[in-house]
Nanobody, 126 residues
Framework: QIHVSESGGGLVQAGESLTLSCRVDGLRNTYYNMAWFRQSPGKEREWVGCIGWSGKNPRYAGSVKGRFTISIDVPEFAAELRMNSLKVADTDIYYC???????????????????WGQGNQVTVSS
């Protein structure tokens, strides 16, 4: 059984940094993509960024590009989302998602991902 676990959310002030961690257990091979999405009640889910199994070609939404960085540790089935220069607008519940794929290019559609974490609240105060 595949299980995605997340950690690292919390409350920070605007301008500060926070790192979210994601780990997946139960995958049978090391060809997978990882992504982060965020969503608040009443809002649509928003793609934040993703990374392929090589770790060489992460992709980011325009709203976070230059501030957020995703890294992956393929043998450990883990990834991190490093969030710098956080803004109040970044306040949301962040979800890690995993897709088994032989393609290194990671998609930005939530329907592409098979396995999801429980979500982590990130709150940025002014």
């Amino acid at each position: 059984q595949i299980h995605v676990s997340e950690s690292g959310g919390g409350l920070v002030q605007a301008g500060e940094s926070l790192t979210l961690s994601c780990r997946v257990d139960g995958l049978r091979n090391t060809y997978y993509n990882m992504a982060w999405f965020r969503q608040s009640p009443g809002k649509e889910r928003e793609w934040v960024g993703c990374i392929g199994w090589s770790g060489k070609n992460p992709r980011y939404a325009g709203s976070v590009k230059g501030r957020f960085t995703i890294s992956i540790d393929v043998p450990e089935f883990a990834a991190e989302l490093r969030m710098n220069s956080l803004k109040v607008a970044d306040t949301d519940i962040y979800y890690c998602a995993v897709k088994e794929s032989s393609y290194d290019w990671c998609p930005d559609g939530d329907y592409e991902y098979n396995y999801w974490g429980q979500g982590n609240q990130v709150t940025v105060s002014s």
